[in-house]
Nanobody, 126 residues
Framework: QLQLVESGGGLVQPGGSLRLSCATSGLVFDDYAIGWFRQAPGKEREGVSCFSGSSGRSYYADSGKGRFTIQTDNVKNTVYLLINSLEPEDTAVYYC???????????????????WGQGTRVTVSS
């Protein structure tokens, strides 16, 4: 079955770093777009980055530019989201999502993804 399993969240102090993992199974990695989203309490789900398996390119929303980085492990079919210089505003539940797509993934909204992970909670606090 198509499945996404997220991990890596937790409590971190401002200025710290985290690496979130999205392990995928049941899909051909190179045929999919993998998106990272976050949702803070009382706010809309926000796209922060995506990875296009067909092109190998990553894209970042304005909120993540300079601090967010995508890494991939093609053997494990895992997409990582590295977050540096964490701020309290980064506190949210982070989700990964997958959709079969060969076009550029930049600009894809949450409603364009139909398979989601369970989410991993990130809390940035001193």
């Amino acid at each position: 079955q198509l499945q996404l399993v997220e991990s890596g969240g937790g409590l971190v102090q401002p200025g710290g770093s985290l690496r979130l993992s999205c392990a995928t199974s049941g899909l051909v990695f190179d045929d999919y777009a993998i998106g990272w989203f976050r949702q803070a309490p009382g706010k809309e789900r926000e796209g922060v980055s995506c990875f296009s398996g067909s092109s190998g390119r990553s894209y970042y929303a304005d909120s993540g530019k300079g601090r967010f980085t995508i890494q991939t492990d093609n053997v494990k079919n895992t997409v990582y989201l590295l977050i540096n210089s964490l701020e309290p505003e980064d506190t949210a539940v982070y989700y990964c999502a997958a959709e079969k797509r060969t076009d550029r993934c930049a600009g894809m909204g949450a409603n364009e993804y139909h398979t989601w992970g369970q989410g991993t909670r990130v809390t940035v606090s001193s």
